[in-house]
């Protein structure tokens, strides 16, 4: 389990002996904070680690040591500006990352080529389906289908088609989704804001939410949910704050 944390680099912890196991040197051992200050981690089909911090993305081989650090440089094709939220694998050729500012690229490692989405004015309603909603991404998730949820600080989700390249807008309640969890059985997804914990029907875009009510012990216990996970059986949790 890799645990990312502000300016302390990125850790590994072992639950079979509940205890941290290691550091990744490569990054905890930086100067730079923001370049320590862990957002995503993505162990990619070819065993790389790409790890999403402040200060651009990083690239680790097998052995955690660091191969390559990627940053934002408008004199030519680079990373987008912002911190790295969020790194999906697309294929074994291309990722997908989304960044707190600059939105969304397809990154080709092999030929180190970016290429920019490109975003609507979330402020000015704009809703263009070939565009994505807002330029702050904070996680992407890949589905059964190979469709991809983006979420943002703002109440709308993305569903990028990428067989025709289009972002749906699902409108959904509340902000600040910061992840979503996949439900293949049911079709759907869960995830948690600022509103509270919500599960999404894919087909019919159907949003049921759960909140927390004084009234009722067995309720949610807070409306602000800051994370959503599942465990080996199958149950939900949200963790409140």
């Given at each position: 389990?890799?645990?990312?944390?502000?300016?302390?680099?990125?850790?590994?912890?072992?639950?079979?002996?509940?205890?941290?196991?290691?550091?990744?040197?490569?990054?905890?051992?930086?100067e730079?904070?923001?370049?320590?200050?862990?957002?995503?981690?993505?162990?990619?089909?070819k065993?790389?680690?790409?790890?999403?911090?402040?200060?651009?993305?990083?690239?680790?081989?097998?052995?955690?040591?660091?191969?390559?650090?990627?940053?934002?440089?408008?004199?030519?094709?680079?990373?987008?500006?912002?911190?790295?939220?969020?790194?999906?694998?697309?294929?074994?050729?291309?990722?997908?990352?989304?960044?707190?500012?600059?939105?969304?690229?397809?990154?080709?490692?092999?030929?180190?080529?970016?290429?920019?989405?490109?975003k609507?004015?979330y402020?000015?309603?704009?809703?263009?389906?070939?565009?994505?909603?807002?330029?702050?991404?904070?996680?992407?998730?890949?589905?059964?289908?190979?469709?991809?949820?983006?979420?943002?600080?703002?109440?709308?989700?993305?569903?990028?088609?990428?067989?025709?390249?289009?972002?749906?807008?699902?409108?959904?309640?509340?902000?600040?989704?910061?992840?979503?969890?996949?439900?293949?059985?049911?079709?759907?997804?869960?995830?948690?804001?600022?509103?509270?914990?919500?599960?999404?029907?894919?087909?019919?875009?159907?949003?049921?939410?759960?909140?927390?009510?004084?009234?009722?012990?067995?309720s949610?216990?807070?409306?602000?949910?800051?994370?959503?996970?599942?465990?080996?059986?199958?149950y939900?949790?949200?963790?409140?704050?």
């Amino acid at each position: 389990m890799w645990i990312g944390t502000e300016e302390g680099g990125l850790n590994m912890y072992d639950p079979n002996r509940f205890k941290f196991k290691e550091k990744f040197p490569a990054i905890s051992n930086l100067e730079n904070k923001s370049a320590r200050s862990v957002k995503s981690v993505h162990l990619d089909s070819k065993g790389r680690y790409w790890i999403g911090t402040d200060a651009g993305l990083m690239k680790l081989d097998k052995d955690k040591n660091l191969l390559k650090w990627y940053t934002h440089d408008e004199k030519r094709n680079s990373l987008m500006v912002g911190g790295v939220m969020a790194v999906q694998e697309m294929s074994p050729t291309c990722l997908l990352i989304g960044s707190w500012g600059g939105g969304l690229q397809r990154f080709y490692p092999e030929s180190e080529h970016f290429f920019t989405y490109a975003k609507n004015d979330y402020f000015k309603k704009e809703a263009d389906i070939t565009k994505l909603a807002t330029m702050v991404v904070l996680n992407i998730m890949k589905d059964e289908k190979d469709d991809y949820y983006i979420t943002s600080i703002f109440d709308v989700i993305d569903k990028y088609d990428t067989v025709n390249n289009l972002f749906q807008k699902i409108y959904i309640e509340g902000e600040w989704t910061w992840n979503l969890v996949n439900d293949p059985e049911n079709n759907k997804i869960w995830f948690g804001n600022n509103k509270g914990f919500f599960s999404l029907d894919k087909d019919k875009n159907k949003l049921t939410s759960y909140k927390h009510d004084e009234l009722n012990e067995n309720s949610l216990l807070s409306n602000v949910v800051n994370y959503v996970a599942r465990d080996t059986q199958g149950y939900f949790m949200a963790c409140n704050r």
